[in-house]
């Protein structure tokens, strides 16, 4: 008689509370407690902390839970700035103080490269910044709902739904200034409903509204908003449907780096924080020791924010990025500062076969900058490329980690370590790390 495999239900999740002891933050910043030797997870509390929670999850080798109340409370526990913390998803670590948050960072740095790389380094001083008022762009979404009401703000933690903002703590002041009056001339509009989302962005020279939406404005909607970005004085673009962006009022955005002027496209990358980013360039340019001979590669350079700024001070600069609107806004950025000593080339830095030109170039200074995924695609031509100076910066610690590996079996040792708060009252944090060949000639 034939058996056949019969899946066995899902169990039910205990809905009773129950009492936790938090011990530690993971590295996202959540509180782990334990339940039958099970780690739960628990947004919102803090070590030290005994926390009633009510499981949300339940699986094999963990749990997660709902925090419902704090029966006691840490002594690095502090209000959280914001009316809609617990709803936003935004930030997750408001309730922690900033000084606590930068030591958690900087624990998770090292236990992740420990981890991954099997590497312990002492961290270099951290980079850090005022803990509110720090960003210089965000993305706010739109949404009219079914009785006409405009949502208009950011998403919900673990939710899609939107959570109406008119000041968020974290923005710089311009922004916050053109988010409360941005409202009324939203809500005015004939197409409301084809709204999709704003990009809102202070440039040194000029603060930027960027409109998405879904299909063309009626063209009294388009004479509406020039006119009110005329009246707030500030740059606007219309991002209509599948067409272009368009800049209708103001100047084209700008920000100082390095003593370089770099331009940029409303949806471009740029760090969001603006000081973090100016001390961080500078850092990167230190740890690279550069010299007039040397010829530095910048892999996923982005527009220039550390190519045109390393260009003033070595013999050649190589930059790779993998969209080619982004290597045409380098070029022009490395024209704007009188560096004629820089190559730009569009590359699919995460291919499993790299091709072009550079690769055959021989470099004594490499960069690299990559997104969360990190450099898999990159790091072993990295590793093989025998420069005395390799600096690795990144927005996600794990593949940092585990691309150290790579450079570490490779002949490379780790010489520093360090992290960054580029963004304060959030669990995510930058890091770079320093490395050199372990018998370096050139160095």
């Not at 058996?3 to 039910?12: A, I, L, M, T």
């Amino acid at each position: 008689m034939a058996r056949f495999f019969k899946p066995e239900k899902n169990k039910k999740v205990e809905q009773k509370h129950q009492l936790i002891t938090i011990k530690r933050l993971d590295h996202h910043g959540d509180g782990v407690g334990f339940l039958d030797k099970k780690p739960v997870f628990v947004p919102g509390t803090l070590p030290e902390e005994q926390a009633l929670v009510q499981l949300t999850e339940q699986k094999r080798q963990y749990a997660r839970g709902q925090l419902i109340k704090l029966d006691s409370h840490a002594t690095q526990r502090v209000e959280p700035g914001c009316p809609v913390y617990q709803q936003c998803g935004g930030c997750s670590l408001q309730h922690l103080s900033h000084e606590g948050q930068v030591t958690h960072k900087q624990q998770t740095l090292n236990e992740l490269m420990q981890k991954f790389a099997g590497e312990e380094a002492t961290l270099s001083a951290p980079i850090t910044d005022r803990p509110w008022q720090y960003r210089r762009r965000a993305r706010i979404s739109l949404q009219v709902d079914k009785k006409g009401a405009l949502a208009m703000g950011f998403r919900a933690r673990q939710r899609s739904a939107i959570i109406n903002v008119s000041h968020c703590p974290v923005l710089s002041e311009p922004l916050n200034t053109l988010l409360a009056h941005l409202r009324p001339c939203l809500d005015g509009l004939r197409g409301r409903r084809i709204l999709g989302h704003l990009d809102l962005i202070e440039a040194d020279n000029t603060t930027v509204v960027s409109l998405r939406t879904t299909k063309v404005l009626h063209s009294d909607d388009r004479q509406a908003l020039c006119h009110w970005a005329e009246t707030q004085g500030c740059t606007f673009y219309l991002h209509q449907g599948d067409g272009a962006p368009e800049r209708l009022i103001g100047a084209a955005p700008d920000y100082q780096v390095a003593g370089c002027r770099l331009a940029f496209q409303p949806n471009d990358f740029i760090q969001v924080n603006p000081t973090v980013n100016q001390n961080m360039v500078s850092q990167a340019l230190d740890w690279l020791a550069l010299e007039k001979e040397d010829r530095v590669l910048d892999l996923f350079c982005g527009l220039g924010n550390f190519s045109v700024p390393a260009a003033k001070l070595v013999g050649h600069v190589v930059g790779v990025e993998g969209v080619q609107a982004m290597v045409n806004q380098a070029a022009d950025n490395a024209k704007i500062n009188g560096c004629d000593n820089t190559c730009f080339y569009q590359a699919d830095l995460n291919s499993d076969a790299l091709e072009g030109e550079w690769t055959h170039f021989d470099f004594t200074k490499i960069l690299l900058d990559p997104a969360r995924a990190g450099a898999a695609g990159v790091i072993d031509f990295v590793a093989q490329s025998r420069a005395s100076h390799i600096v690795y910066v990144s927005c996600n610690p794990a593949t940092l980690a585990r691309d150290a590996r790579v450079l570490l079996d490779n002949g490379y040792a780790l010489v520093k370590l360090g992290m960054l708060d580029m963004f304060p009252q959030t669990g995510h944090m930058e890091s770079m790390a320093l490395f050199k060949p372990v018998t370096n000639k050139r160095a």
